[in-house]
């Protein structure tokens, strides 16, 4: 006698307001109980929008902003005048608050404005967010839109036409996603391990990057050479012609 595995059948729930939408945000929740003292919001319940907008001066410099793939953070692009600058209003970057990239979401692009960057510029397509201090840390929303799960659902929310690159995640979208929050004294702790990992991790990279050179500079001595001096390269910009208009 054998025995034979079988597969039982799944099935999905979705509440009837979502029916109409590609995907399902609460649908990776649903059938999970969340822990004691966890709760479950809509984010908009819990997110204020950035409405900061100024309008742009032709002769007056401004430090524009951008997001990089995979939670990489906020970083200063370029710095041009308001005749080089397509749009007619712009927003002041808000430190503290989360920021993302429209075109980009998909790519886990997401990050909480830090600082130093307060003097910067973004366009519309870099929305930004204050959380409720009350219930939701800001580095916690960070964290749960670039997980991989939350990352697989804001690829399939994000729309557009052609190319994936012109996809886009709206503000509404954004919104009306639902989080499982924990206490703030969790997310506290929930924050706190992933920047001492973050630490380590640069840390031990940074080992291996001198590892690396003693090695190579070791190498090189046995072999009564000299170290081969390090020079930076002008860099050079290329873009297709298609694209010259965005």
Known sequence: ??????????????????LDRW???SAAILSRRLP?????YRIGDVVSQVANTVKVEP???????????YGEGVFHRET????????????????GALIYNRL????????????????????????????????????????W????????????????????SRNRFREEFFLDFEIPLPPLSVQRKIVAAW??????????????????????????ADLGLKAPVQATLPKCFAVRWKDLMR
């Open 195 to 220: 920047e001492a990992a973050r630490k380590d991790a640069a840390a031990t990279a940074e080992k291996i990057a001198q590892l690396e050179r003693d090695i190579e500079a070791r190498f090189l």
């Open 80 to 95: 041009v005048r308001g005749d080089g600058i397509s749009a007619r209003w712009i927003s002041p970057l808000v430190p």
């Open 145 to 164: 839109y670039v997980s991989a799960q939350t990352t697989k659902a804001v690829n399939a929310a994000s729309t557009g036409s052609a190319a994936v």
């Open 36 to 40: 004691t003292g966890w709760k479950l």
């Open 59 to 69: 002769t007056t410099e401004y430090k524009m902003a951008g997001v990089k793939w």
């Open 1 to 18: 006698m054998t025995a034979v595995a079988q597969i039982a059948p799944r099935a999905f729930v979705a509440w009837w307001h979502e």
């Open 104 to 143: 980009f979401a998909w790519k886990a692009s997401f990050a909480v404005v830090p600082a130093e960057l307060a003097d910067c510029h973004v366009s519309n397509e870099f929305p930004q967010f204050i959380t409720d201090p009350a219930k939701l840390l800001p580095e916690y929303l960070y964290l």
């Open 23 to 25: 995907v399902v945000p």
